[in-house]
């Protein structure tokens, strides 16, 4: 049975690091449903989070085969829906279709007003896929231009103690 999955990869920052994960991901017909990549704390070392739709079994062999990439000090993988992660959307409105419903909106779902140009909005939703699904729904009609939404951002920290974790759907 298929699910949707976080995938966090401590790695060193190595050129083709991404490539050699994602190939083995679409080799082994794992959907990938968006990729982060982003430095830490550490200037050697990069977090990049995966947002996969696979099956258990197989997303479970392609994860061992992953832990034996040089580059890779540890990685964890859990349910999408137990994962600590973020994204950020942005919505275009026309500004002729701003008004106080449409302000209540963006205040009762945690929007921000990011920018306003002659003829247009931008608002900015951060928080879980559900979340900003409940907003594009109260947006959603004639005044709605364009949306977009950035990839999955692991908010699980990855620490080179810990044991690479895999935590699959039952």
Same mark, same amino acid.
């Given at each position: 049975?298929?699910?949707?999955?976080?995938?966090?990869?401590?790695?060193?920052?190595?050129?083709?690091?991404?490539?050699?994960?994602?190939?083995?991901?679409?080799?082994?017909?794992?959907?990938?449903?968006?990729?982060?990549?982003?430095?830490?704390?550490?200037?050697?070392?990069?977090?990049?989070?995966?947002?996969?739709?696979?099956?258990?079994?197989?997303?479970?062999?392609?994860?061992?085969?992953?832990?034996?990439?040089?580059?890779?000090?540890?990685?964890?993988?859990?349910?999408?829906?137990?994962?600590?992660?973020?994204?950020?959307?942005?919505?275009?409105? /026309?500004?002729?279709?701003?008004?106080?419903?449409?302000?209540?909106?963006?205040?009762?779902?945690?929007?921000?007003?990011?920018?306003?140009?002659? /003829?247009?909005?931008?608002?900015?939703?951060?928080?879980? /896929?559900?979340?900003?699904?409940?907003?594009?729904?109260?947006?959603?009609?004639?005044?709605?231009?364009?949306?977009?939404?950035?990839?999955?951002?692991?908010?699980?920290?990855?620490?080179?103690?810990?044991?690479?974790?895999?935590?699959?759907?039952?």
């Amino acid at each position: 049975m298929k699910a949707n999955y976080l995938l966090d990869i401590l790695s060193e920052d190595k050129k083709g690091l991404v490539g050699m994960v994602t190939t083995l991901l679409n080799r082994n017909d794992i959907e990938i449903e968006c990729i982060s990549t982003a430095r830490t704390d550490i200037h050697s070392q990069v977090l990049v989070s995966l947002q996969l739709f696979a099956d258990a079994d197989k997303l479970r062999r392609v994860c061992f085969k992953i832990n034996n990439i040089i580059e890779i000090e540890t990685f964890k993988i859990s349910l999408l829906e137990d994962s600590w992660y973020q994204k950020t959307a942005l919505f275009t409105l /026309d500004k002729s279709g701003y008004d106080r419903a449409v302000n209540n909106v963006i205040q009762k779902y945690g929007a921000t007003m990011v920018a306003v140009g002659n /003829d247009n909005l931008i608002i900015q939703k951060i928080g879980r /896929d559900e979340d900003i699904q409940l907003l594009y729904n109260a947006l959603e009609g004639k005044y709605l231009k364009s949306f977009c939404k950035s990839a999955a951002i692991s908010l699980q920290p990855l620490h080179l103690s810990e044991e690479p974790v895999i935590r699959l759907a039952a």
